[in-house]
Protein backbone atom coordinates (compact mmCIF):
# COMPACT_ATOMS: atom_id res chain seq x y z
CA UNK A 1 0.00 0.00 0.00
CA UNK A 2 2.65 2.15 0.92
CA UNK A 3 4.80 1.33 -1.75
CA UNK A 4 2.54 2.88 -4.80
CA UNK A 5 2.90 6.40 -2.93
CA UNK A 6 6.49 6.33 -2.60
CA UNK A 7 6.67 5.66 -6.22
CA UNK A 8 4.66 8.43 -6.75
CA UNK A 9 6.76 10.75 -4.98
CA UNK A 10 9.55 9.90 -6.56
CA UNK A 11 8.42 10.54 -9.72
CA UNK A 12 6.80 13.70 -9.12
CA UNK A 13 8.30 16.78 -10.37
CA UNK A 14 7.48 20.19 -8.77
CA UNK A 15 4.40 21.98 -9.04
CA UNK A 16 4.45 24.69 -11.92
CA UNK A 17 3.32 28.22 -10.91
CA UNK A 18 0.05 29.58 -11.45
CA UNK A 19 1.20 32.99 -11.32
CA UNK A 20 4.68 34.83 -11.80
CA UNK A 21 6.19 38.42 -11.17
CA UNK A 22 7.50 40.43 -14.13
CA UNK A 23 9.78 43.42 -14.52
CA UNK A 24 11.39 43.83 -17.96
CA UNK A 25 15.13 43.25 -17.54
CA UNK A 26 14.76 42.02 -14.46
CA UNK A 27 16.83 38.77 -13.37
CA UNK A 28 15.57 35.53 -11.03
CA UNK A 29 18.13 36.72 -8.71
CA UNK A 30 16.50 40.47 -8.79
CA UNK A 31 12.89 38.88 -7.98
CA UNK A 32 14.48 36.71 -5.23
CA UNK A 33 15.67 39.67 -3.28
CA UNK A 34 12.60 41.63 -3.96
CA UNK A 35 10.64 38.78 -2.60
CA UNK A 36 12.35 38.61 0.73
CA UNK A 37 12.49 42.40 0.60
CA UNK A 38 8.61 42.20 0.85
CA UNK A 39 8.76 39.50 2.43
CA UNK A 40 9.90 41.36 5.22
CA UNK A 41 7.89 44.55 5.27
CA UNK A 42 4.37 42.35 5.03
CA UNK A 43 5.06 39.84 7.74
CA UNK A 44 7.94 40.20 9.26
CA UNK A 45 7.94 42.33 12.73
CA UNK A 46 11.54 41.51 13.60
CA UNK A 47 14.51 42.32 11.02
CA UNK A 48 17.91 40.44 11.12
CA UNK A 49 19.68 39.53 14.03
CA UNK A 50 16.21 39.58 15.83
CA UNK A 51 16.22 43.35 15.86
CA UNK A 52 12.85 44.73 15.67
CA UNK A 53 11.28 46.58 13.04
CA UNK A 54 8.66 48.78 15.48
CA UNK A 55 9.57 49.98 19.12
CA UNK A 56 8.32 47.49 21.22
CA UNK A 57 5.89 49.89 22.65
CA UNK A 58 4.69 51.77 19.68
CA UNK A 59 1.60 53.84 20.60
CA UNK A 60 -1.85 52.85 19.88
CA UNK A 61 -3.67 54.44 16.76
CA UNK A 62 -7.57 54.48 17.36
CA UNK A 63 -8.47 54.18 13.78
CA UNK A 64 -10.69 52.24 11.66
CA UNK A 65 -8.10 48.70 10.53
CA UNK A 66 -7.00 49.66 6.84
CA UNK A 67 -6.44 46.88 4.94
CA UNK A 68 -2.97 44.81 5.23
CA UNK A 69 -0.42 45.09 3.17
CA UNK A 70 0.37 41.79 0.94
CA UNK A 71 3.41 40.64 -0.53
CA UNK A 72 1.63 41.17 -3.95
CA UNK A 73 1.15 44.74 -3.21
CA UNK A 74 4.34 45.43 -2.32
CA UNK A 75 5.98 43.90 -5.48
CA UNK A 76 3.48 45.84 -7.94
CA UNK A 77 4.31 49.11 -5.67
CA UNK A 78 8.34 48.46 -6.49
CA UNK A 79 7.30 47.67 -10.16
CA UNK A 80 6.60 44.17 -10.36
CA UNK A 81 3.81 43.38 -12.87
CA UNK A 82 1.61 39.90 -11.64
CA UNK A 83 1.10 37.94 -14.50
CA UNK A 84 -0.80 34.17 -14.50
CA UNK A 85 -0.01 31.61 -16.84
CA UNK A 86 -2.21 30.10 -19.10
CA UNK A 87 -2.97 26.16 -19.01
CA UNK A 88 -1.22 25.51 -22.30
CA UNK A 89 1.85 27.08 -20.98
CA UNK A 90 1.81 25.41 -17.67
CA UNK A 91 1.34 21.81 -19.29
CA UNK A 92 4.43 23.03 -21.54
CA UNK A 93 6.52 24.05 -18.22
CA UNK A 94 5.32 20.65 -16.62
CA UNK A 95 6.69 18.74 -19.05
CA UNK A 96 10.27 20.19 -18.61
CA UNK A 97 13.20 19.05 -16.68
CA UNK A 98 13.78 21.25 -13.37
CA UNK A 99 16.94 23.48 -15.06
CA UNK A 100 14.76 23.86 -18.13
CA UNK A 101 11.77 24.65 -16.48
CA UNK A 102 13.94 27.41 -14.07
CA UNK A 103 15.53 29.03 -17.62
CA UNK A 104 12.22 29.48 -18.85
CA UNK A 105 10.83 31.26 -15.66
CA UNK A 106 14.20 33.55 -15.94
CA UNK A 107 12.73 34.44 -18.93
CA UNK A 108 9.33 34.99 -18.09
CA UNK A 109 10.60 37.13 -15.06
CA UNK A 110 12.67 39.42 -17.42
CA UNK A 111 10.59 39.55 -20.59
CA UNK A 112 9.39 42.84 -21.83
CA UNK A 113 5.74 40.99 -23.05
CA UNK A 114 5.83 37.60 -21.40
CA UNK A 115 3.90 35.46 -24.11
CA UNK A 116 1.20 33.14 -23.02
CA UNK A 117 0.47 35.10 -19.54
CA UNK A 118 -2.32 37.14 -18.70
CA UNK A 119 -1.72 40.32 -16.86
CA UNK A 120 -3.16 40.18 -13.65
CA UNK A 121 -2.52 43.07 -11.76
CA UNK A 122 0.31 46.28 -12.11
CA UNK A 123 0.93 49.41 -10.53
CA UNK A 124 -2.29 51.39 -10.98
CA UNK A 125 -4.11 48.38 -11.37
CA UNK A 126 -5.83 46.80 -8.41
CA UNK A 127 -7.94 43.68 -9.63
CA UNK A 128 -10.54 41.67 -7.64
CA UNK A 129 -9.63 38.21 -6.20
Known amino acids: ML?????????????VPTRFYNRPGA???????????????????????????????APVLHRAPARSLTIEDCMVTRGWRLYAIKDTQR???????THARAEAFARL?????????????ELGTRLRR
Do not use: F
Not at 4 to 14: D, I, R
Not at 91 to 97: A, I, P, T, V, Y
Open 3 to 15: LPLVLLLATAQEA
Open 27 to 57: SSAELAAELRRCRTITTGTHGGEGRALTPPN
Open 91 to 97: LMLGNLD
Open 109 to 121: VGAKCPRDALLRQ
